[in-house]
């Protein structure tokens, strides 16, 4: 099945710096790449996806981008702020998610 | 919780006793998911339905059990073979498998052994 790997687990931005996640995945199959923001206790939000036709989208100061070829992608967050410091998620789907074990983002003031 | 709920939010289970957590949507979607979250890792897959009465076991579904009688309702219990329950489980629909538009999902159940 879908095995999807995330790095790194931890990372510590400055306010204002940039921020990259980057997942990989195992079944060339999957053509669906959601990143979901968690918050401590809540539950997970969905803050950009990406279909495998497309290889980059870009929402604000959030983007993804996808390379099929390489079975990977990655989430951008630019101009990171105090309210960015959240678990991060990466997943991979064909008919369901398979998600990777997540990035515990903080950033410093 | 954006259409799909979740209770008891928080769940005490004493060894040896079986338990059962809800998951309702009023989103009409075709398809719900059951995951398991612990510290430091992601959301593992335990079972998941695409219709009603049918569903599929996902990675870890041993010592857990399902049904899906309703299109709404898909409930987890959690057995006394599971024997390391304490978890925050929680349960995601989608409008069909497969389909873009990502997972909708509820607000989680603390599931704690004492």
């Known amino acids: 099945g879908e095995n999807v790997e995330q790095h790194p687990s931890t990372l510590s931005v400055q306010e204002g710096d940039s921020a990259v996640i980057k997942c990989t995945y195992s079944?060339?199959?999957?053509?669906?790449f959601p990143w979901y923001k968690q918050e401590l206790g809540k539950r997970p939000q969905l803050i950009i996806d990406?279909?495998?036709?497309?290889g980059e989208k870009k929402d604000q100061r959030i983007a993804v981008t996808l390379n099929k070829t390489a079975k990977h992608f990655s989430l951008h967050i630019t101009e990171t702020q105090p309210e960015d410091s959240a678990v991060y998620f990466c997943?991979?789907?064909?008919?369901?998610?398979?998600f990777g074990a997540g990035t515990i983002l903080r950033v410093k003031s | 919780d954006g259409g799909i709920t979740q209770s008891p939010k928080y769940l005490f289970r004493k060894e040896g006793q079986n338990v059962t957590l809800s998951c309702e949507q009023n989103?009409?979607?075709?398809?719900m998911y059951w995951y398991r979250q612990d510290p430091g890792q992601g959301l593992r897959l335990i079972y998941y339905?695409?219709?009603?009465?049918?569903?599929q076991k996902g990675d870890i579904a041993e010592g857990y059990s399902v049904s899906r009688e309703k299109k709404e309702s898909f409930p987890l219990t959690v057995t006394s073979a599971q024997k390391n329950p304490t978890a925050f489980y929680l349960c995601?629909?989608?409008?069909?498998?497969?389909?873009?538009?990502?997972?909708?999902f509820g607000s989680g159940t603390r599931l704690t052994v004492v």
């Open positions: 995601a629909s989608s409008i069909a498998p497969g389909q873009y538009g990502g997972y909708t």
């Open positions: 079944d060339s199959a999957s053509n669906y």
């Open positions: 990406i279909r495998s036709n497309v």
């Open positions: 997943a991979a789907s064909i008919d369901k998610l398979v």
């Open positions: 989103l009409n979607h075709d398809a």
């Open positions: 339905s695409q219709i009603v009465n049918d569903f």
